[in-house]
């Protein structure tokens, strides 16, 4: 849709995304290009009263990539300040939390006992036809320092006290992805839930680009293409 949209102005948007909730039909206006989307095609948001963004999927990734092409040098400049405090931030994340991590396995395996056998068959079958390196999480990090990879592959904003941070496979094992240092990267929890079925790979290449640039994107595929070629 064009900006004539009804839709364009927010007012009658709200109202008309209200009416369709109150009908139950689990669809709403996008607050950018102002189409009307299925839920399926907004990012999830605990604080909106529909439970998703109020831009879609696209116009969202679209409005990311244009904040981090215009904030490149200023991000550049943060991590160059703050690469030591990341650091520290990462060694005591994952130190704080392995306790709670591995209670909260036990008790959904515990709840899920047929979903967990069937999980961990699956991860077997992966693993035994993927390559897989034995290393400690220091190793990790130190590549990670090596490399100055201290922001999410998927978003590429650096991490704050209070995020989740998950490790990710680029290239998926179910996709011939090997279980290397040079194939995880961190993530935030909620962009590694919101990126669904998407390329990972694709995804990683067009933030690097999009955050730091050709010549740091290019520098950091060779890192990891050294493995996972």
């Known amino acids: 849709m064009t900006s ?9 948007r709200i109202a008309y995304n209200k009416e369709l909730r109150a009908k139950g039909v689990p669809a709403k206006a996008c607050g950018s290009c102002f189409a009307v989307k299925a839920f399926t095609q907004f990012n ?3 604080s909106k009263p529909d439970g998703r963004m109020s831009k879609c999927r696209d116009c969202h990734r679209a409005a990311m ?5 215009e904030n490149a040098d200023r991000k550049r400049q943060w991590y160059e300040a703050n690469a ?7 060694r005591r994340y994952y130190a704080e939390n392995a306790d709670a991590k591995r209670e909260y396995a ?3 395996h515990a709840a899920n ?3 967990a056998r069937a999980q961990a068959q699956r ?4 693993k035994a036809a993927a390559c897989v390196e034995d290393f400690t999480p220091a190793e990790l990090f130190a590549a990670w320092e090596d490399a100055a990879i201290y922001d999410c592959y998927l978003c590429g904003l650096p991490f704050n006290e209070d995020d989740e941070v998950h490790l990710e496979h680029v290239v998926p094992i179910s996709g011939g992805g090997t279980h290397e240092v040079a194939n995880l990267l961190p993530a935030h929890a909620r962009c590694n839930s919101m990126k669904h079925a998407a390329d990972p790979l694709e995804a990683w290449q067009r933030v690097q680009r999009d955050t730091h640039g050709d010549a740091v994107a290019e520098a950091r595929m060779r890192y990891m293409q050294a493995h996972t070629a």
């Open 4 to 12: 004539e949209s009804p839709l364009a102005d927010k007012k009658t």
């Open 44 to 46: 999830k948001c605990a």
């Open 65 to 69: 990539a244009k904040w981090n092409r």
């Open 84 to 90: 030591e405090s990341q650091r520290a931030y990462f």
């Open 106 to 108: 036990r008790q959904w």
């Open 113 to 115: 006992p047929e979903k």
């Open 123 to 126: 991860k077997r079958a992966r």
